[in-house]
């Protein structure tokens, strides 16, 4: 998709005299990944992993509600809410969003049990060798757009990370625990 | 921000939806929205307190600063980067392009170095209301960092002003470190 295009499809607006950027009404920001990467390190060495970890993917689940509120003005909330449209859906919002392609393994909103295979993610790109999933932000995020879905307040967990070696993320989404 | 940049950034922008990228002169970007700063440092300021968590926040963005540095660098170029003249246009035309705010440069002497910003609109104050202290920390953090990157001098950044705290705007000083 060129450019032109995609900031038609998405009705982005720039506001030269804000320095704010608009997409069907709702502000966004142009983030370098790496610096997403760089801040969970950061955060790892002042406060430890698992602090920083809880406080990324918390910290993420709204983001993950606002992506939903797009998404909805994009594909509509039917479309949105579908088993049958979501993968595609979510495929095409991540993609546009530059999070990466996203493979829907599993969608049972009803039970809800997601779950999500995905390349290329921000922070897994930018860390080797990792012992534990680091892709807190971005379980976080997935998880918040579920939870717009099913209205339920739901747990996320990455069971497969490519910082770990692994061919790609895996999230699972669920009531938990 | 005058059309030739803004035609330049547009162009320049690709999308690779094969993987699902985006790109600016090969630097990956992605669009996320600004409530992920305010959630951020409100979940991390439940976790380690308001202090905790604006260093924790400031410190680890002052780090992550060498990807921004490096997208105004790709807008521009070092040279008109560094020159105290045509830094407040660079400042201002990065953070338009990325959605971050409007930056108004009130000082910048990169030899002492002094650097005042001011912002209106900022990232995180713009999704928290009545604070009693600053919150824009990783803001605070990232543009420390980019003083740091053009001056080559350890720097340190305070936000004298909020907007969450009901000021104007928010203001930023950063100076070389032994001032502090």
């Known amino acids: 998709m060129s450019f032109r295009k995609y900031f038609n499809f998405l009705s982005v607006r720039i506001s030269a005299k804000n320095g704010h950027i608009l997409i069907k ?4 920001a142009m983030v370098p990944t790496e610096m997403f990467t ?8 002042v406060m430890g992993k698992a602090g920083a970890a809880t406080a990324f993917y918390f910290g993420a689940k709204n983001s993950g509600h606002v992506l939903y509120d797009i998404g909805m003005k994009l594909y509509g909330e039917d479309n949105m809410k579908s088993e049958e449209r979501f993968p595609k859906i979510l495929d095409e919002l991540l993609s546009i969003a530059g999070y990466g392609r996203c493979e829907v393994e599993k969608v049972d909103f009803t039970n809800v049990e997601v779950v999500l295979h995905l390349k290329g993610l921000l922070t897994s790109s930018g860390i080797e060798g990792s012992d534990v999933p680091v892709c807190h932000a971005e379980r976080g995020a997935m998880t918040g757009i579920v ?14 990370c490519q910082a770990m070696g692994d061919d790609h993320c895996e999230f699972v989404i669920s009531e938990g625990p | 921000m005058d059309l030739k940049i803004y035609l330049k950034i547009f162009t320049s922008l690709r999308m690779k939806p094969r993987d699902g990228h985006i790109l600016f002169k090969g630097e990956r970007l992605i669009v996320t929205p600004p409530d992920t700063y305010s959630k951020l440092y409100e979940r991390l300021t439940d976790i380690i307190g308001k202090g905790g968590a604006a260093s924790a926040l400031y ?11 490096r997208l105004m660098i790709n807008l521009y170029s070092e040279e008109f980067i560094k020159s105290e003249e045509t830094f407040a246009k660079s400042l201002d035309v990065m953070m338009s392009f ?5 930056p108004e440069v009130v000082k910048v002497d ?3 170095p002094e650097v005042i910003i001011r912002v209106r609109g900022f990232i995180t104050s713009s999704g928290v209301d009545h604070s009693d202290v600053p919150v824009c920390q990783i803001e605070r953090g990232v543009l420390t960092g980019v003083i740091e990157n053009i001056t080559g001098k ?3 950044g305070q936000e004298v002003k909020c907007q969450a705290m009901g000021d104007d705007y928010c203001e930023f000083v950063i100076t070389g470190s032994e001032d502090v």
């Open chain 1, 25 to 28: 009404g709702d502000r966004v």
């Open chain 1, 38 to 45: 760089e801040l969970y390190l950061g955060l790892s060495k």
């Open chain 2, 98 to 102: 990325a959605g971050y705010g409007k």
């Open chain 2, 110 to 112: 990169f030899s002492k």
């Open chain 2, 59 to 69: 410190m680890g963005a002052k780090e992550s600063s060498v990807s921004v540095y």
């Open chain 1, 147 to 160: 939870e717009s879905i099913t209205g339920k307040q739901l747990v996320g967990k990455e069971v497969k």
């Open chain 2, 154 to 156: 350890t720097c340190n």
